[in-house]
């Protein structure tokens, strides 16, 4: 059983930058991935970035591509989304998840979520 908490979003201006931080209360196992996903009123959820846990191997929308970097720290068992040159359309619910699978880049193959830290970016 994995729990997660993100936090780290606010209120920011455009072409500013952000850094969000999902933090797992059990054990990620090197096989699992994390990917952060978003939700603007309105939308559907929309995949942003995925990392296998094991490192090397990640995943970008094409939104974001350039301006985001997944990264993970295993021994804090934390997972991180740099957000750069933010945009007012990066508004957003933003969610942390977990999956056991090998596929880390749709939303119905993860298995843990966290409850989302808002993302609001002023014009």
């Known amino acids: 059983q994995v729990q997660l908490v993100e936090s780290g979003g606010g209120l920011v201006r455009a072409r500013d930058s952000l850094r969000l931080s999902c933090a797992a209360s059990?054990?990620?196992?090197?096989?699992?991935?994390m990917g952060w996903f978003r939700q603007a009123p309105g939308n559907e959820r929309e995949i942003v970035a995925a990392?296998?846990?094991?490192?090397?191997?990640?995943y970008y929308a094409d939104s974001v591509q350039g301006r985001a970097t997944i990264s993970r720290d295993d021994a804090k068992n934390t997972g991180y989304l740099q957000m750069n040159s933010l945009k007012p359309e990066d508004t957003a619910v933003y969610y942390c998840?977990?999956?056991?699978?090998?596929?880390?880049?749709?939303?119905?193959?993860?298995?843990?979520w966290g409850q989302g830290t808002q993302v609001t970016v002023s014009s």
């Open positions: 990392i296998r846990w094991s490192g090397g191997v990640t």
């Open positions: 059990g054990r990620i196992f090197s096989s699992y991935a």
């Open positions: 998840a977990v999956t056991k699978s090998y596929y880390y880049t749709s939303g119905g193959l993860y298995d843990y």
